[in-house]
């Protein structure tokens, strides 16, 4: 099974000023075993101005609440979960609540 590069906090530099438009940010996931719809809606979930533009802040904050739990959770780091992985990140990531 292919391993892929996972993400880290901040967007990689390749860009001037550091943001990316689809064109751009779509070579970040090519190698990621998803389509470009799948692609877009992950842009479109990303821009959170909705300026048709990724900065490092609008990254980071995806980065924090959606693909970093969900790197942790992906063991094999194939970028899928698969039943084990879900039913044991669920174990080891169940909200406390007080």
């Given at each position: 099974m292919e391993k892929y590069d996972q993400f880290t906090s901040s967007l990689p530099t390749e860009t001037v000023g550091g943001q990316y438009r689809f064109r751009e940010f779509l070579k970040l996931w090519f190698d990621k075993n998803l389509r470009t719809p799948e692609i877009r809606k992950i842009f479109t979930t990303v821009d959170i101005n909705k300026d048709n533009i990724v900065d490092d802040t609008e990254w980071?904050?995806?980065f924090d609440?959606?693909?970093d739990p969900f790197q942790k959770c992906d063991k094999d780091k194939n970028f899928a979960i698969s039943v084990e992985e879900f039913k044991a990140c669920l174990t080891e990531s169940t909200p406390?609540?007080?």
């Open positions: 980071s904050h995806f609440n959606y693909l406390k609540f007080d």
